[in-house]
């Protein structure tokens, strides 16, 4: 999920997963929420931005293939 500092879900915010030369990017629905279906094992670096807001990136989030991780995001605004 993918809010800003009050808590309020933002639509249409860019997501991005990174490892090496792979890349994968989805964007969040009405509710802030997205998905990054099949993504293979591997420690990866995962980023969410919006135009008008700071972008933030977590570094090692670690992924099991068939597993679901959760990675949620607070953007702070410009």
């Known amino acids: 999920m993918v809010t800003d500092t009050e808590g309020t ?3 249409g915010a860019s997501v991005w997963i990174e490892q090496d030369t792979v890349t994968a990017t989805t964007f969040t629905d009405t509710r802030g929420f997205y998905a990054i ?4 094992t ?5 980023s969410a931005t919006k135009e008008g807001y700071d972008t933030v990136c977590y570094d090692g989030i670690n992924v099991i293939a068939g ?5 949620n ?5 410009k």
């Open 9 to 11: 879900e933002i639509s």
């Open 73 to 77: 995001f607070v953007l702070t605004k």
């Open 42 to 46: 591997g420690i990866w670096s995962v």
């Open 37 to 40: 279906i099949g993504v293979p």
């Open 67 to 71: 597993n679901k991780t959760v990675q």
